[in-house]
């Protein structure tokens, strides 16, 4: 639902809904679901240019991925859109 949110410009309720999923995912242990959600939370963030929260929210979904390959690339190409936009 975040992402139907974002594609439609509604930011602030994409956000909530992705926060809203982390807190559940945590909740049930689900580590993929809280570092999917925090790579939601990171890219919305960055798209609207909230660069310390991007980055915080990147760094902790990263984290998340760190034995999954596919989910580590994915962060790996975000913190790199991430340094270019902060030059």
Not at 62 to 76: C, Q, T, V
């Amino acid at each position: 639902l975040g992402l139907s949110e974002i594609g439609s410009g509604d930011y602030p309720t994409g956000q909530r809904l992705f926060r809203e999923s982390l807190h559940i995912y945590r909740a049930i242990g689900d580590t993929g679901g809280a570092a999917h959600a925090l790579k939601c939370l990171g890219s919305t963030s960055l798209d609207k240019g909230n660069l310390t929260d991007a980055r915080i929210y990147l760094q902790e979904s990263m984290e998340l991925y760190r034995d999954n390959p596919l989910g580590r690339n994915m962060m790996l190409g975000e913190m790199g859109r991430l340094a270019m936009v902060q030059g």
